[in-house]
């Protein structure tokens, strides 16, 4: 008898262990994927940054459409993750991430007009870089939002 109810208790514990187990993992790699996410934004930032600085000129010639490309499939990978972890959407990183995307898609499409446009303008180009620095200082907070919520 006492061998049975161990053997029960075991039985039914183990798919709580298994859940248990699983939303570590779940976690873990959330923040993983948070990480790559952001790292991968904050660089594209960066090459974007140098890029409008440059006024789209790449040895001589200008940045293509194409080229743009990444800039905009990033933003796509990104929510993409954003969308399979929407459970989380009552953490503090995840809400930050989303106010990340949502600055980074705007700095792509201004830089992308800019781009567009073709012609030195020094205004535009500040208010470029201001959206840079609302990207990058994003970017910091999700980490450290991250960092917190895994204390």
Known sequence: MR???????????????ALIAIASCYSSSY??????NVALISDLTDK?????RSGFML??????????????????K???FGAMNESLSDQPSYKTF???????QGFVQAADQFR??????PPALEALMGREREVKELARQTLDASHAESR
């Open 48 to 52: 974007l940054t140098d890029y409008c």
């Open 31 to 36: 923040r993983k994927g948070l990480a790559a």
């Open 116 to 121: 567009l446009n073709a012609k030195p303008d």
């Open 3 to 17: 061998i049975r109810l161990r053997t029960g208790l075991v039985r039914s514990a183990l798919p709580i262990l």
């Open 98 to 104: 989303q106010r990340l995307l949502d600055s980074y």
């Open 78 to 80: 990104a929510r993409s």
């Open 59 to 76: 040895n001589g010639r200008a940045v293509s459409s194409e080229e743009m490309g990444e800039f905009y499939y990033a933003l796509k």
